[in-house]
């Protein structure tokens, strides 16, 4: 079992930044590869950020392409996702997640509660 805790959200003006982190406890000697997802209300479960363990291979969702950086620190199993040029669209909760390196969630077998995002016009 892997368990993954999200900080770092909170409210931003748009045109801001937030960096949000996922630590991860458990059994993290596994090699999982780390996403990013992110939910707005009324609205589908949308594919932000992937990394594989290494960090060799890295994917982003289009919304966010050029805007958003993840990265990780494998000795500190921490995933961190940083948010620049922050729009008002970009309002969700954000939930990191742990798995097969992919852009579906079907993947990913652990799960964040997730961290709310909120960026003001």
Not at 18 to 28: E, F, M
Not at 64 to 84: C, E, H, P, S
Not at 89 to 110: K, L, P, Q, R
Request: one cysteine or more.
């Amino acid at each position: 079992q892997v368990q993954l805790v999200e900080s770092g959200g909170g409210l931003v003006q748009a045109g801001g930044s937030l960096r949000l982190s996922c630590a991860a406890s458990g059994r993290t000697s596994s090699r999982y590869a780390m996403g990013w997802f992110r939910q707005a209300p009324g609205k589908e479960r949308e594919f932000v950020a992937a990394i594989t363990w290494s960090g060799g291979s890295i994917n982003y969702g289009d919304s966010v392409n050029g805007r958003f950086t993840i990265a990780r620190d494998n000795a500190k199993n921490t995933v961190y996702l940083q948010m620049n040029s922050l729009k008002p669209e970009d309002t969700a909760v954000y939930h990191c997640a742990a798995g097969i390196y992919s852009t579906s969630a079907s993947s990913y077998a652990y799960w964040g509660q997730g961290t709310q995002v909120t960026v003001s016009s």
